[in-house]
């Protein structure tokens, strides 16, 4: 489990195919107190700890893992949002959140709004009914609230984020191409409501 609140940006050192893709991530995280075996949420995908060093660790990504997450993402010097996993006692300061991406969303627009960054993100309508204004959505890891939802003719919807400059200095947000694409993971909460849902209507 994890609380979206990114704790340091690793870069992506080396990109290489094996049986999976393996990564090696350059990070500032104190290594030696990181074991084989622990999860790591890279831009919202939570990946295992395979090998490590003094201020990097590598991880392997199954084809299933790079289908579902946004493209592009796990190229060669690449910037991801990376937090360790919840600890007991841990100060829950996001949302839960488990680390398992549910759809790809795209920038649709990027707009100044006094000192902070007005962010419009589309999404597939397969997740339109799990966002709702005020909840929570996990982008690239980052755990924010939404502020508006527009739903969209062809089922998908539109949903407005607010960027603070704390948020976008502390996160790969400070970078937003036209059409980026983001690893989105709904609140946990909706997910399971969504399937609660689908049940009772496959019942009737």
């Known amino acids: 489990m994890f609380t979206g609140i990114i704790t340091d940006i690793g870069t ?8 999976d893709l393996r990564l090696v991530i350059g990070c500032a995280y104190a290594m030696d107190g990181v074991a084989i075996g622990a999860s790591i ?40 949002n990376l937090e360790r996993a919840l600890k007991v006692g841990d100060e829950l300061g996001g949302h839960i959140v488990t680390g398992h991406v549910d759809g790809i969303g795209h920038l649709v627009s990027a707009v100044s709004e006094g000192d902070s960054t007005r962010l419009t993100i589309g999404a597939p309508a397969d997740l339109a009914a799990a966002l709702a204004a005020k909840g929570s959505i996990t982008l690239d890891g980052i755990s924010l609230t939404v502020n508006s939802v527009d739903d969209q003719a062809d089922g998908s919807v539109h949903f407005g984020l607010n960027i603070i400059p704390h948020t976008a200095a502390a996160t790969t947000l400070d970078a937003l191409p036209d059409g980026r694409a983001f690893n989105l993971e ?19």
Request: proline share 1%.
């Open 41 to 80: 949420a890279c831009s919202g995908a939570c990946l295992t700890v395979v090998e490590k060093g003094a201020d990097w660790f590598a991880v392997d990504l199954s084809a299933e893992t790079i289908a579902r997450t946004a493209p592009g993402l796990w190229a060669e010097g690449g910037r991801l």
């Open 186 to 204: 709904i609140d946990v909460l909706a997910r399971y409501l969504d399937r609660m849902q689908s049940l009772r209507n496959r019942s009737m």
């Open 12 to 19: 992506i050192r080396t990109h290489e195919q094996r049986g």
